[in-house]
Structure formats: C-alpha cells, structure tokens
C-alpha cells in the first residue's frame, strides 16, 4: 500500500495555473494508477485526472479537459497535476490517489486503493 501527500494548493485568481504535486512512499508506486479527485463542500467526491502505471494513458473529466494534464515521474514517485485556466467552479479540495489496477481506466473513487489527506485550491473570480 502506498501512503500519498499532497502539496501545491492555495488561492489563485480565475485564469491562473496552479501545480499540484503528490509524494508516495513505498517501492510499488510504479505499479499503481495515480489520480486525483475533488470535493467541493456539499458535494460528491469526483473524478478529475488520472494516469496508468507507465505514464503512457491518460483520463480526464469533461470539466477539465485542455485545461488540466497529469503526470508522473516514476524515478521520483510523484504525480502531478497541472491546472491551468482555473475558474471558481475548481474550488475544492484536491485529493491524490492511487490505484493498484494500474489502469487509470476507472473514475469511480469506489476502486482507488489510497488516499492523501487532500490540499485545498480557491480560485476567486
């Protein structure tokens, strides 16, 4: 099992870029799916980005498409995502994790295997 922290959030303006990095401990980051969620207060946990185990697949939400890319850097265990054109309605707390499938195919939070404790982006209009 992997153990993931976020860094990167903060207040930015709508039309500002923002790059969210997520650390992993644990030799088996290679073989894991990275992605990343939201949670917007009083709202469901959704999907936002992931990326397979080689780095090699992309997915992303509608809402985010040509706006937001996801990498990751195996040599480092680390995955980013990278937030361009922010608008207020990204306003949520961001959470990195981590799928032992290796797919990056699944948008349901349902079957990622770990969780970081999250990182808060505002974007002000």
């Known amino acids: 099992q992997v153990q993931l922290v976020e860094s990167g959030g903060g207040l930015v303006q709508a039309g500002d870029s923002l790059r969210l990095s997520c650390a992993a401990s644990?030799?088996?980051?290679?073989?894991?799916?990275m992605g990343w969620f939201r949670q917007a207060p009083g709202k469901e946990r959704e999907f936002v980005a992931a990326?397979?185990?080689?780095?090699?697949?992309?997915n992303f939400a509608d809402s985010v498409k040509g706006r937001f890319t996801i990498s990751r850097d195996n040599t480092k265990n680390t995955v980013y995502l990278q937030m361009n054109s922010l608008k207020p309605e990204d306003t949520a707390v961001y959470y990195c994790?981590?799928?032992?499938?290796?797919?990056?195919?699944?948008?349901?939070?349902?079957?990622?295997?770990?969780w970081g404790q999250g990182t808060q982006v505002t974007v002000s209009s």
């Open positions: 994790t981590a799928d032992r499938s290796g797919l990056g195919t699944r948008i349901s939070a349902t079957y990622w295997n770990a």
């Open positions: 644990g030799r088996a980051f290679s073989t894991y799916a």
């Open positions: 990326v397979n185990q080689y780095g090699g697949y992309t």
